[in-house]
């Protein structure tokens, strides 16, 4: 199985006045969750862009479990859960190191696209750095 | 129902090396639209906090079908979908006006909670808000 | 002399666990006080780039004299201070409206430059638009 | 000399359409910085506003020189310049390793201030971290 674990330091602004982090920035760690994965898997996502392949998110959903508090160390758990045609799939678990507490679960579905937007199949050397045939 | 539609002008760093509004960000923009929601029916997220009551998200996600682009204007519609004892649930809808193009679907489900993050019964006044017996 | 006031609403995630608005966003703020001062002197930034010719800022500062609370309120007013041969440059005052208030003063300098990011000379439509003649 | 250097990892969302790093993201990477030379000298921001020291900032400005690009590897360079009665004052110099070419130089002038934001004198046991006797 592809994954990979990341670890995160809450910064400053990323806490909002509850004391916790606001819920918009996890998706902001998931993201760099991915581009980890995927440089560990021998590509990097700005090579990707560059050679016009480009993974916008199409869905996204995450399960809050527990609250992320400012300058504590996190670690994202970043599975790549499914490749198809034109559709790669991600799963996160986002953890406090130590405890191993579970502070919440996501997934992010991305369609690849060419730079004009348009639906592509995934070309082959990605497609074998993702899935080793 | 109660619902509210809220003008949002897309802000310059919203927008991403792809030329479209990074995923993160309508997260953001439904809060407000929910934010406004609950003005419109006659209290303010703000006095809410004030008096002890929050409410985090539990659950996020949303269906992202078009792109947002830079400096344009669109259209949040925010839908109070249901109130239980201790959970608030709202649909969004964002929309481009004019064209009436459905940009992206999204839900958030949020639990009610006081100061120190336990779970508390949503009180009284702001149930007769929400929901008016 | 060319102004504009803009009215600002405090986002939720914009505030941080000192219960006060971060630094960082205000530069987002007065970003949208140009954006809506070249709006109305005729010319929009979505044009601008459209047309080859961007602002990126070289020089930015900030006095913040009072904090910003969420929810609240607050009015930009910029004013564009000087336009020189690839130079423009505006000021910023942020203030709470009815009490006056001013929250924080800045100065953003920037460069025209075209989209390899060379220096260019304002286009004389941008120019006379900016400053008439 | 109190200093320290910082690694900072671009991210996808801190980059615009311009394909450049907004301006507003570069006060966030200079708060990295300070928290992280406070930690290097041994108290950590987070354990300060539990005792109730804050330290907000009174005055940022920012000379950007070259733009900083999506995924790439910086260095942020923390200088604690000054500590009088009631304010500290940080320099940042933001280059790229390897070439040392410089992107951006900023100062940050900060006030310690109690939790309801009334100025105090820095208390002595921080004052001797900072500016050992």
């Known amino acids: 199985m592809k994954r990979c674990v990341t670890g995160i330091r809450v910064r400053y602004p990323e806490v909002d006045r509850m004391g916790v982090v606001h819920h918009s920035n996890f998706f902001i760690w998931f993201e760099i969750g991915r581009t980890e994965l995927l440089r560990q898997?021998?590509?990097?996502?700005?090579?990707?862009?560059?050679?016009?392949?480009?993974?916008p998110v199409v869905k996204a959903s995450c399960r809050y479990r527990s609250p992320a508090?400012?300058?504590?160390?996190?670690?994202?758990?970043?599975?790549?859960?499914?490749v198809s045609a034109s559709r790669v799939c991600f799963d996160y678990r986002l953890r406090r190191p130590g405890t191993g507490l579970l502070l919440a679960e996501a997934t992010t579905v991305h369609a690849t696209v060419n730079r004009s937007g348009e639906v592509i199949r995934l070309p082959d050397p990605y497609r074998d750095l993702l899935c080793p045939p």
């Open 69 to 82: 508090r400012y300058d504590e160390m996190l670690e994202v758990e970043t599975v790549l859960e499914q």
């Open 41 to 55: 898997l021998g590509c990097t996502y700005e090579a990707m862009e560059a050679e016009g392949v480009f993974m």
